[in-house]
């Protein structure tokens, strides 16, 4: 009689691209149903560019599902089907507000053609990076980068008031925060992977927090500072803001300690308060804050009111995709810094708490990744890119919902903006390749020469 032992030395999780999939019919087919809504509300009959805007959608998501499954078969399965969905609903809004005429040329089009180039950027990213940690290399170089396309809109004209484009012959505007957030991100994670253990020391405790000691205060006071030359220069709130709370966010996370939080949000408020009494578009803005519901310079009604208004407006439940109002907000703001104004509208509180929770669903995802990461730099990365993503959502809606000064950025996928759809795009490929790397199953280890030979004799 015979017998064989064996033993299991690793279990292969399962990598949920079926779950990915079928996630995706539903992430497309949610923005077709929203698209021949508009249409039956605007002219009572489904839009003739249904079947296309259906196609175009699905194939695009059918391509980056392939490749996820080929490059990142053990990646995160709901990250690609919400980025789609979200990115869905956008194209549907910004081509709902495109049948407004006193809102301009129609935008829908070129917003198709941008998202088609973050798709196409989200698949280099997961075919060329085939393993995060090769970014590390690249630290000292992604703060040259970064900066370098922070200040570069210094030396452009200001657009609404503030410097946060520039402009390229045959591309057009783009603006560079967008993507300097990602490369900053990684100069962040790499900085702070090596200096973290003399950053969390502590001099002295003082009412209950530990307070850092004076030559570690420098890596913070010079972001701030940056972070308050970017506010002055380039009257831009929104990136001086993420800029700057990325950093804190990164810094507790790597150094556990309190302290740098509260001394991060002192240093913020103060400088905001002085900038935003002194710096006039950043003060106009806090004025529209204090007090939105006051006459506009031109003796008409404000955009922040107009938003307060579209949100009053829209109930629990909203008047309906199409048969809102908010093109009342004028200009190009209702497709961009105010597009939440339209969902609140048209789709009610429900619809608001549903986009707010699709991205809160993918922070979460984002945060574990993180968690889930077996390197030291794959953590700080992924939380350092979920926390960007998420400063981003709350200084906008906070904006548009009057809890914060608008700040000008716009809503991941959901806004008008190239540059903002192709960044984010690439922010959730590389949250993407680093979850694939946490939940790959271990290697099972070669069984040495006297391991073999034990298992031969005891099979005998």
Known sequence: MSTSNTTITSIGAPNRRNTE??????????????????GLAKNNSVPAGLLGYGLGLGALAGIAHLLVRKFAPYADPLMLPIATLLNGL????????????????????????????????????????????ILQRYTYISMFLSLALLVAPVFFPAVYGARIWITLPGIGSLQPGEFAKIIITVFFAGYLMVKRDALALASRRFMGLYLPRGRDLGPILVIWAMSMLILVFETDLGTSLLFFGLFVIMLYVATER???????????AGGAAVVGSAEPHVKVRVQDWLHPLKLAANGGVTETAQSMYAFGSGGLFGSGLGQGYSRLIGGIAPKSDYI?????????????MAVLLLYALLIERGIRTALAARDPFGKLLAIGLSGAFALQVFVVAGGVTGLIPLTGMTMP??????????????????????????????????????????????SQ
């Open 21 to 38: 999939l079928a996630l995706l019919v539903f992430a497309v087919a949610i923005p077709v149903f929203a698209y021949a809504n508009v």
């Open 413 to 458: 996928f959901l806004a008008q903006g190239g540059s903002s759809v192709i960044a984010n795009w690439a922010l959730v490929a590389i949250l993407l390749r680093i979850s694939d790397t946490a939940r790959r199953p271990a290697p099972s280890p070669a069984p040495s020469p006297d391991a073999e030979a034990t298992q031969v004799v005891r």
């Open 258 to 268: 309190t302290s740098w939080i509260v001394f991060g949000l002192l240093l913020s």
């Open 90 to 133: 956008g194209l549907v809004l910004i081509w709902r507000l495109d049948q407004e005429p006193r809102l301009g040329k129609a935008m829908a089009p070129n917003q198709l053609l941008w998202s088609t180039l973050g798709v196409a950027l989200f698949v280099a990213v997961l075919v060329f990076l085939k393993d995060h940690r």
């Open 340 to 352: 939440l104004a339209t969902v609140g509208e048209e789709l009610g509180l429900a619809g608001l």
